[in-house]
């Protein structure tokens, strides 16, 4: 089996439900098996979840785009990671990453910078989305990558919506194909 880990932060709930989509694509995936792992309020895992990190075949991180980057809980276990980067933990390992953020833009892709420095810090191998744009005159909001991302699956949930509005459909399936494509290539990466 490969084990994928889906670490995040989510400050309002927005970010886990993308977290939960990429799940959901991982066990798409037949012979994989993916684990939430949440960072808490205070930027902090358990000794268990690091563990776990330590244990997987692919890491993918997600965090919500505030002011501009990475939330600053996921800034701390990116800093508190130092550990496993000083030992080389996390090498060859599969990576990817997903944020979320109020508007379309919301400097998404400097959130999405920091994850692939991050990952490429670690000596680890960065898997995008493989998915086209929807970006046609006929695209419509719940299309998959209606936001556009290469990098990283990217979602929009607008500031006065609640976890339950938001992210879009097509923001979730998004995630969710996105999270398959990450278990595949690791298995390949794998064998």
């Known amino acids: 089996m490969t084990k994928v880990a889906i670490v995040y932060h989510s400050g309002y709930g ?7 989509a990429v799940h959901a694509g991982v066990l798409r995936a037949q ?4 684990e939430l792992i ?13 563990a776990s ?20 809980q996921f800034k701390k276990f990116a800093d508190t990671s130092s550990k496993q980067w000083f030992g080389q933990k996390w090498r060859d390992k599969i990576a990817a990453g997903f944020t979320n953020s109020a508007t379309m833009n919301g400097d998404k892709g400097t959130t999405m910078s920091y994850l692939i420095t991050f ?26 990558n209606f936001v556009g991302g290469f990098s990283g ?13 938001g992210p879009a459909a097509g923001d979730l399936e998004t995630a969710s194909q996105f999270g ?12």
Request: proline share 5%; net charge negative; no cysteine.
């Open 119 to 144: 990952a490429m810090q670690h000596s680890m191998v960065w898997v995008g989305t493989g998915l086209m744009p929807a970006n046609s005159k006929a695209a419509q909001r719940n299309d998959v």
């Open 153 to 165: 699956a990217l979602a929009q949930s607008p500031s006065d919506s609640s976890p339950q509005e």
């Open 53 to 72: 990190l330590e244990a997987a075949d692919a890491i993918i991180f997600g965090t919500p785009t505030y002011m501009g980057t990475v939330s600053w």
């Open 180 to 191: 398959q494509r990450v278990a595949e290539t690791a298995q390949k990466f794998n064998k």
């Open 31 to 34: 012979g994989a098996t993916p």
């Open 38 to 50: 949440a960072i808490d309020a205070e930027g902090n895992l358990s000794d268990a979840a690091w």
């Open 14 to 20: 927005h970010t886990k439900n993308q977290a939960e």
